[in-house]
């Protein structure tokens, strides 16, 4: 039953999920294939040198400037597809549960035997479907790249794999909190806009704070601040305590969205 | 089975302070027809979806096919069939696909009856329900209700929700169903729509049970406001059989009448009657001067 019901919200979110997983390989292929026509990597470290904020932004504490590596791994958690990353689990919450509700889905699948949970089964298995997706489209990007273009310095792909699951836990971190939106909820623009707002808040604490150092301490209170693929990628380790607040983030907020829509009126 | 087919005893749904449906207890026997009638807000919608477990009953609770049916509990509803007052379908499937799905969520099916149902009711299922008609998309939602064959079929104002040429073809197929064994229960607001089928009906307003009726009981105390306009002296009607209010205004009286129309008629007829109107109350009507409690609020 919660294969069918996955099946479903995956035919309907596929028209999605397939642009942003290309789009996530496309940014981690093209951060590698465009060292070589640029000049090499001197221009990358010299521009991350001459705009530190910007360097920062993209990572310039964690990683090495000089080495292909370090500049591939600005794909993973560049701006860009750090929206990306969170427009999967955005597209997911609106669609599944609350979603359902206003689309009539629920009242269609509730008022036979389907129970409550295996509706939600389907959503988070639809969330973690998709975004191993994303990071598995992120690796290959990278992957390709190298096979394709091949840098003066080879990058360490197990390392890369690693990350791209650290930002598959990220996602499906997001993805915890805002089907706990969802779930308490009968309408899907007001979890997008909701859901897209707390996402902006989290972005800002964990990615625009710790650029300045008397707003640094905000990163904490962020899951984007916990996410550190690049760490990954400069040390060969899993940062864990940060990787660990995004898993019991991630699943607090699916428990607490399993018990809301166990609990909560279908009102039409 | 000793217990009744289905039974709710003191349900109760608030909204915060509104009232949805207040302390309701009610018994369907296995086989009948059920009209569940009322004005809007009556708690009708709000009732069908406790029994559906959409709500979470405030107090009170329910059974159905003889077993207790605890929050939660969803196997039971293998076997009930339900039509949405406001039915909304997936828009971007096929019927065929609608149908498919449903059917892999079901587990058994038996598509020959589906196809039946398909047949019977002239539903297109090749193209995308967002392009349907309005009556097409209704009939597809009868038979998304009905295709599993319930036992329990609960339609929520399908004489609303559905145009007058599909509602024919849908109490047809709800009587045949009927007679294969199935029991019904709809919401309405009028009673006329659903006397050609129900056999007993329920009364609410106001989040409250008014009463409860066999249709052949309530027919034979149906009210009629009566005028009629005399030449000359119009004389006291009052105590006529059946007369339960009398005025008179100059020439024309005008007459609440209650069961049989036979006695007003015997005696009008021996009167010089110039002009006469017959017509029915309305539902409430009925139901309050039937209970004798029209003066409540
Ligand atoms: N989601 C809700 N939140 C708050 N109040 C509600 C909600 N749904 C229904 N109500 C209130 O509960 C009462 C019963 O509503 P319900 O929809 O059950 O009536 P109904 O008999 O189905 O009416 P209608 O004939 O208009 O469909 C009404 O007063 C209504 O305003
Ligand atoms: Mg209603």
Redesign the pocket.
């Known amino acids: 039953m919660t294969r069918t019901l996955t099946a479903r919200l995956l035919q309907r979110l596929w028209p999605i999920l397939l642009p942003l997983s290309a789009l996530c390989g496309g940014v981690a292929f093209l951060f590698v294939a465009l060292i070589e026509p640029m000049g090499g990597l001197g221009i990358f470290e010299t521009v991350l040198r001459m705009t530190p904020r910007i360097g920062q932004l993209l990572g310039s504490n964690e990683i090495d400037p000089t080495t292909s590596a370090g500049i591939a791994s600005i794909a993973y958690v560049h701006p860009f597809v750090a929206i990306l990353m969170a427009a999967w689990p955005l597209s997911v919450a609106a669609a599944a549960l609350g979603g359902d509700v206003e689309s009539g889905e629920a009242d269609l699948l509730l008022s036979r035997a389907v129970p409550r949970r295996a509706m939600f089964q389907a959503a988070v298995a639809t969330l973690l479907a998709g975004a191993l997706a994303m990071c598995a489209s992120l690796w290959l990007g990278t992957a390709l790249a190298q096979w394709i273009s091949p840098p003066e310095d080879p990058m360490p792909l197990g390392r890369f794999a690693a990350a791209a699951v650290v930002n598959a836990v990220l996602i499906a971190s997001t993805g915890g909190v805002l089907l706990l939106l969802s779930a308490g909820s009968s309408e899907r623009g007001r979890i997008l806009a909701t859901g897209a707002g707390l996402w902006l808040l989290n972005f800002f604490a964990g990615v625009v704070a710790p650029l300045f150092p008397s707003l640094a301490f905000l990163r904490l209170y962020s899951l984007q601040g916990h996410a550190r693929p690049q760490a990954v990628i400069a040390s060969g380790q899993i940062p864990w305590p940060d990787t660990g607040i995004l898993l019991t983030v991630g699943v607090a907020g699916l428990s607490a969205a399993a018990l809301v829509w166990s609990r909560r009126d279908v ?1 039409s | 089975m000793a217990s009744a087919f289905m039974q709710t005893s003191a349900l109760t749904k608030r ?2 302070t ?4 207040e302390d309701l207890s009610l018994s369907l026997q296995a086989g009948e027809v059920f009209g569940f009638l ?10 069908i979806r406790l029994l559906l477990g959409f709500l979470r009953p405030t107090s009170g609770g329910f059974s159905m096919f003889g077993q207790d049916i605890a929050w939660g509990d969803w196997r039971h509803r293998a076997r009930i069939g339900f039509l949405p ?1 406001d039915l909304r379908l997936p828009r971007r499937l096929t019927g065929h696909q609608l149908l498919g799905l449903l059917g892999r969520l079901h587990g058994q099916i038996n598509w020959s009856w589906v196809a039946h149902l398909v047949e019977r009711l002239e539903v297109p299922l090749g193209h995308r329900i967002r392009t349907l008609s309005r009556g097409n998309l209704q009939k597809l939602g009868l038979i998304q209700a009905l295709m599993h064959r319930p036992e329990l079929i609960i339609l929520d ?1 399908p004489t609303t929700a559905l145009d007058p040429l599909v509602q024919r073809t849908a109490l047809e197929v709800l009587r045949e169903l009927r007679d294969q064994g199935a029991t019904v229960f709809f ?1 309405s ?1 009028h009673i006329d729509e659903v006397e050609k089928i129900c056999d007993r009906v329920a009364f609410v307003r106001g ?1 409250r049970l008014v009463g409860v009726e066999e249709i052949a009981d309530l027919r034979s105390h149906l009210l009629a406001r009566v005028e009629v306009r005399v030449t000359g002296e119009a004389p006291d009607l009052s105590s006529v059989e059946g007369v339960i209010r009398f005025e008179q205004r100059g020439e024309t009286l005008a007459l609440m009448v209650r069961g049989r129309p036979a006695p007003l008629l015997a005696r009008l007829a021996a009167l010089p009657v110039e002009e006469i109107t017959w017509q029915a109350a309305r539902l409430e009507d009925h139901f309050f001067t039937y209970y004798e409690r029209a003066g409540e609020p």
Do not use: D
Request: hydrophobic share 15%.
């Open positions: 009102r | 909204y915060g509104t009232v949805g449906i009322g004005p809007n807000g009556a708690g009708k919608t709000t009732t007052g104002e919401s607001h989040g």
